[in-house]
Nanobody, 121 residues
Framework: QVQLVESGGGSVQTGGSLRLSCAAS?????MGWFRQAPGKEREGVAV???????SYVDSVKGRFTISRDNAKNTLYLQMNSLKPEDSAMYYC??????????????????WGQGTQVTVSS
């Protein structure tokens, strides 16, 4: 079991920045950030493997950066140049000890409660 606690969400204006953090109760191989806006499917924003390999959805490439501190079991998402369409509940996810990493919701076993990001125009 891996427990995940997100923090860092909030409200910003278009063009602003936020940094999300996710504290995990234990080590994880693949971790990621997903987001879900009202009435939409949960979308894989970015994932990072234990070796630091990353994958991003096209809409955030060049604006968001996922990183991790393995010593602290903490995952981060630096979000710059935020747009109104980035507004959503952001969830941290972990695959625990499972091998493999992809922006696919169904392969993640552990989820945080979410943190809200709101970008106003």
């Amino acid at each position: 079991q891996v427990q995940l606690v997100e923090s860092g969400g909030g409200s910003v204006q278009t063009g602003g920045s936020l940094r999300l953090s996710c504290a995990a109760s234990g080590a994880s191989n693949c971790m990621g950030w997903f987001r879900q806006a009202p009435g939409k499917e949960r979308e894989g924003v970015a994932v990072i493997g234990s070796d630091g390999t990353t994958s991003y959805v096209d809409s955030v490439k060049g604006r968001f950066t996922i990183s991790r501190d393995n010593a602290k079991n903490t995952l981060y998402l630096q979000m710059n140049s935020l747009k109104p369409e980035d507004s959503a509940m952001y969830y941290c996810a972990s695959r625990g000890s499972s091998i493999g990493c992809a922006r696919v919701r169904s392969i993640f076993a552990y989820w945080g409660q979410g943190t809200q990001v709101t970008v106003s125009s």
